[in-house]
């Protein structure tokens, strides 16, 4: 157990639908990421938020968006969902978030699957 | 930008044979690099790392070595398991002080040990 979690553990919905992960990091972590797994794309990296602010962004779409919240948990929101959006989302979290040893924990991940 | 290159897999083996699964990377500077490792239905978690050229990052008899002449860093078990049926990830995140520690994984590689 990573000490990182994840709600839900599996998500359907329909095209054209929103949903909202959510993502809980390890206690004392400030820094939380989101990535995507799927079987066309592989593993992303989508966005990682250190402290409450935006540190870095990769593929995410403008579709999706994200926030982390002053308790320091985090949430990605999937909107205008479309069959492509079906895959895994991992969230990961570590101490710091900077270019340090620093290792990210990662959760079980959210299935989602998109009819 | 960045990138991983990893062996394609599916790799099959026999019960206490010797594990290679090769890693390649293109990075700007001296990146920091990991193996996770993702058992079937689970998350992923951190195998081991290395921060450093020479560096060898080693856990539960894995090993790997960070080559930067050869900008590889392969990873190599003497003995299998069954239970190390899983799928391995070589990732990389960025040189040390920058900006963003996100990890940039390699496609992943299924290893199957058969008894």
């Known amino acids: 157990d990573s000490g990182v979690t994840q709600t839900p553990k599996h998500l359907i919905t329909a095209t054209g639908q929103r949903v909202t992960l959510r993502c809980s990091p390890r206690?004392?972590?400030?820094?939380v990421y989101w990535y995507q797994q799927s079987l066309d794309q592989g593993l992303q990296f989508l966005i990682q938020?250190?402290?409450?602010?935006?540190?870095a962004k990769g593929n995410i779409l403008e579709r999706f968006s994200a926030q982390q919240f002053p308790d320091l948990h985090s949430e990605l929101n999937l909107s205008s969902l479309e069959l492509g959006d079906s895959a895994l989302y991992f969230c990961a979290s570590s101490v710091r978030g900077r270019a340090l040893v620093d290792t990210q924990y990662f959760g079980p991940g959210t299935r989602l699957t998109v009819l | 930008g960045d990138s991983v290159t990893q062996m394609e897999g599916p790799v099959t083996l026999s019960e206490e044979a010797f594990l290679t699964i090769n890693c390649t990377y293109t990075a700007t500077g001296y990146p920091s690099l990991f193996w996770y490792v993702q058992y079937p239905g689970e998350g992923l978690q951190l195998l081991l790392k290395a921060t450093k050229a020479d560096d060898k990052g080693s856990n539960k008899g894995f090993e790997a070595t960070y080559r930067k002449e050869t900008t590889s860093f392969h990873l190599e078990k003497g003995s299998v398991q069954v239970s190390d049926s899983a799928v391995y990830f070589c990732?990389?995140?960025?040189?040390?002080?920058?900006?963003?520690?996100?990890?940039?994984f390699g496609t992943g590689t299924l290893l199957a040990v058969q008894p």
């Open positions: 206690s004392g972590d400030l820094s």
């Open positions: 990732a990389l995140s960025e040189a040390y002080g920058g900006a963003t520690n996100k990890l940039i």
């Open positions: 938020y250190y402290n409450g602010e935006e540190r």
